[in-house]
């Protein structure tokens, strides 16, 4: 079936620190890509989004490039800062459906 | 969140109680979801509505009832609490467009069945 994997967290980093967060996934045809923050306490934001292979979407200094081959779309950003910490969801929608299906949340943690 | 507003903020419930979450949205947009979240298991989708009337069963519809009686609102209904559904719930909506499209998330209830 289709779904979405991140890597476990929580992720713990120093501030400045470089950051790669891994997502890949399964989906039967051209799935739409998206990557979402959630600061606590609140509710899910997009941050990033890719629609078809070798797209790259950025955001706030996070990328994010969507790669068929390899069925990935892993988050980075070259400096994190403090205010970055939040919890992150790679999410798939699936070509003709407005659904999202979701990862299961990666937890930032970064410390000054 | 801005345009999508959930009530109420938190409510705690006793097992077999009943209660309705209220979601509301000021973007005119057709398309509206619930979603649960849990620790370790993302989110999943309770129940969509792709246009006002119509309503379609998600990942995890069982124990939940849903209305969309006009366009703005989508309500999630808990006939009988049960303490599995202790979660946080979102509601979201989508901006039209088949490629483009994205989800906006209300800022969500914490429900606690005891």
């Known amino acids: 079936g289709n779904s979405v994997t991140q890597m476990e967290g929580p992720v713990t980093l120093s501030e400045e620190a470089f950051l790669t967060i891994n997502c890949t996934y399964t989906?039967?045809?051209?799935?739409?890509l998206f990557w979402y923050v959630q600061y606590p306490g609140e509710g899910l934001q997009l941050l990033l989004k890719?629609?078809?292979?070798?797209d790259k979407g950025s955001n706030k200094g996070f990328e994010a490039t969507y790669r068929k081959e390899t069925t990935s779309f892993h988050l980075e950003k070259g400096s994190v800062q403090v205010s970055d910490s939040a919890v992150y969801f790679c999410?798939?929608?699936?070509?003709?459906?407005?659904?999202?299906?979701f990862g299961q949340g990666t937890e930032l943690s970064v410390k000054p | 969140n801005a345009g999508v507003t959930q009530t109420p903020k938190f409510q705690v419930l006793k097992t077999g109680q009943s209660m309705t979450l209220q979601c509301a949205q000021d973007?005119?947009?057709?398309?509206m979801y619930w979603y649960r979240q849990d620790p370790g298991m993302g989110l999943r989708l309770i129940y969509y509505?792709?246009?006002?009337?119509?309503?379609d069963k998600g990942e995890v519809p069982n124990g939940y009832n849903v209305s969309r009686l006009n366009k703005r609102e989508f309500s999630l209904r808990l006939e009988s609490a049960a303490p599995s559904q202790t979660s946080v719930y979102f509601c979201?909506?989508?901006?039209?467009?088949?490629?483009?499209?994205?989800?906006?998330f209300g800022p969500g209830t914490r429900l606690t069945v005891l």
């Open positions: 999410a798939l929608r699936l070509s003709g459906g407005g659904k999202l299906i």
């Open positions: 989906a039967t045809g051209y799935p739409s």
């Open positions: 890719a629609t078809k292979a070798d």
């Open positions: 973007m005119n947009h057709n398309s």
């Open positions: 509505s792709a246009s006002e009337g119509t309503t």
């Open positions: 979201a909506i989508t901006t039209p467009g088949q490629t483009t499209d994205t989800q906006y």
